[in-house]
């Protein structure tokens, strides 16, 4: 999911975040990466989040 920055200038000013599995761990994490799809975080969860779930990115 895109989610642009607010005051971003270029096409590809945000970050891409995409829920990612992976099996070795047995768990999920949250990737994070620039408009360019360059990593900039990894957020591990404790869990797997199962296949079907959908996040939604809500502007404040």
Known sequence: ???PHP???EEAD???LSLCLD???E???LLVC???LT???RAPLPHV???GFHGEYYRN
């Open 27 to 29: 768990r999920s994490f």
């Open 34 to 36: 620039d408009g360019e």
């Open 1 to 3: 999911m895109f989610v």
């Open 7 to 9: 005051d971003g200038a």
């Open 39 to 41: 990593e900039l975080a």
């Open 23 to 25: 099996t070795d761990a």
């Open 49 to 51: 989040v199962p296949f």
């Open 14 to 16: 945000g970050v891409v």
